[in-house]
């Protein structure tokens, strides 16, 4: 069974940086079209971002500040978070798919999850 595992997530104050990890030992990323997902207390989840072949995809309250990408040699997709705001706080969550057609902002779309990492944005 593939499984994915997200890391990076910490404590930060607003204004700072993190990135976010996603990988698998089970399986090649490369073959995945992956997805970014968040939720915050209380709320519903909502998608942030995700990358295929040919695109890179970011939900409106992200754009310019975050930046999704692939290593395949560390067989890793990236989420990189900068300008932090107190509203990003939330556990986030990575997601893949088989190669479609391109990769989608529902979470319906994605078969495989992680289990989360807390990005917590306060003074």
């Known amino acids: 069974q593939v499984q994915f595992v997200e890391s990076g997530g910490d404590l930060v104050q607003p204004g700072g940086s993190l990135t976010l990890s996603c990988t698998t030992s089970s399986a090649n990323l490369d073959a995945y079209e992956v997805g970014w997902f968040r939720q915050a207390p209380g709320k519903a989840r909502e998608w942030v971002s995700c990358?295929?072949?040919?695109?890179?995809k970011y939900e409106d309250f992200v754009q310019r500040r975050f930046t999704i990408s692939r290593n395949s040699a560390e067989n890793t997709v990236h989420l990189q978070m900068n300008g932090l705001r107190p509203e990003d706080t939330a556990v986030y969550f990575c997601?893949?798919?088989?190669?479609?057609?391109?990769?989608?902002?529902?979470?319906?779309?994605?078969?495989?999850w992680g289990q989360g990492t807390q990005v917590t944005v306060s003074s």
């Open positions: 990358i295929d072949d040919a695109s890179l």
């Open positions: 997601a893949a798919a088989q190669a479609t057609n391109g990769c989608s902002r529902y979470a319906r779309n994605y078969a495989i």
